[in-house]
């Protein structure tokens, strides 16, 4: 009899320190090393990340690079000669998934690196590493934006002009626009070289030229401008007649850019839709040596 009893005793011994353990474990605790676990290394792999994809995509004469957008994406656009490349700085993080080089060699369009922006914080370098210059054009298509590259040989009037995109009854009611992208880059090959302002909202341009006509003011308003943005543009290496590029806010509510040329040519104010426009004729003015 005491035996069993003591058999009984252990029993349940065994049961109740089985129930313990057990109610120890924390349901739902992920204890793998599953992607929801590694993503506080680079800080971009979890829902901060702002730029979530990259691909490329044949489109004939163009080759379309699409980076897209966990929202709207802030950028600004550059065209560098040597080595040929569209560069973009867009505001926010990307994805460790897309983090890296992408090799396209597709058109003109080698391949697509993308990583932090060196000196920068809160940024992201797109680099579209070019076998030759060529035309290029940036557009919104929801929260993604899109490269288009030109691969033709040619340059048809279609790129020498900027695509009138109907606008919405919210972007013509006025209020402050915001600057969501800055491009400068050559048209086509005539020649002549332009700055691009793409604004959320429509905006009214205004140009001036100071110092004799070395100086050139473009203002459009009322509008604001985030400080990714308002770094200067440095074009003394391109062939233009710009040297250099300075976004600021002003005083009231408007944005200016403060151009700097390099000689005095004609230039041009334009505007359709969203983006505002300022081009300027050919120059034989050297650029400034590499």
């Known amino acids: 009899m005491n035996r069993a009893r003591?058999?009984?005793?252990?029993?349940?011994?065994?049961?109740?320190?089985?129930?313990?353990?057990?109610?120890?474990?924390?349901?739902?605790?992920?204890?793998?090393?599953?992607a929801e676990g590694s993503g506080g290394a680079d800080g971009a792999a979890d829902g901060s990340a702002t730029v979530l994809g990259l691909k490329s995509e044949d489109a004939g004469r163009q080759t379309r690079v699409v980076i897209t957008g966990a929202q709207p994406l802030t950028y600004r656009a550059d065209l560098e000669s040597q080595p040929p490349a569209i560069v973009m700085d867009v505001t926010g993080q990307a994805a460790s998934t897309v983090q890296g080089v992408t090799q396209v060699r597709n058109g003109l369009v080698d391949r697509v690196e993308v990583a932090p922006a060196a000196g920068q914080t809160n940024t992201v370098r797109v680099r579209i590493e070019l076998t030759r210059l060529t035309t290029y054009q940036v557009v919104r298509e929801n929260n993604n934006l899109v490269v288009l590259v030109?691969?033709?040989?040619?340059?048809?009037?279609?790129?020498?002009?900027?695509?009138?995109?109907p606008?919405?009854?919210?972007?013509?009611?006025?209020?402050?626009?915001?600057?969501?992208?800055?491009?400068?880059k050559p048209v086509g090959r005539t020649g002549r070289t332009r700055l691009m302002i793409r604004t959320d909202k429509l905006v009214s341009p205004n140009v001036l030229s100071r110092d004799g006509g070395k100086t050139v003011i473009?203002?459009?308003?009322?509008?604001?401008?985030?400080?990714?943005?308002?770094?200067?543009?440095?074009?003394?290496?391109?062939?233009?007649?710009?040297?250099?590029?300075k976004p600021t806010q002003s005083s009231g509510k408007s944005v200016e850019f403060l151009i700097r040329l390099r000689s005095m040519v004609p230039y041009h104010l334009g505007q359709?839709?969203?983006?505002?426009y300022l081009d300027f004729d050919p120059?034989?003015?050297?650029?400034r040596s590499a």
């Open 167 to 184: 606008l919405t009854a919210a972007q013509m009611a006025g209020g402050t626009a915001r600057i969501t992208g800055v491009d400068f």
């Open 6 to 34: 003591l058999v009984l005793q252990a029993v349940i011994l065994v049961l109740c320190l089985a129930l313990f353990l057990t109610g120890c474990a924390t349901p739902g605790t992920n204890t793998g090393s599953g």
């Open 150 to 165: 030109e691969n033709a040989g040619t340059v048809t009037s279609a790129d020498l002009d900027v695509p009138d995109v």
């Open 272 to 276: 359709k839709g969203l983006t505002t």
């Open 218 to 245: 473009l203002s459009v308003g009322p509008a604001s401008i985030g400080p990714e943005l308002s770094r200067a543009l440095d074009t003394s290496y391109f062939q233009s007649a710009v040297n250099l590029i």
């Open 283 to 287: 120059t034989g003015a050297a650029p």
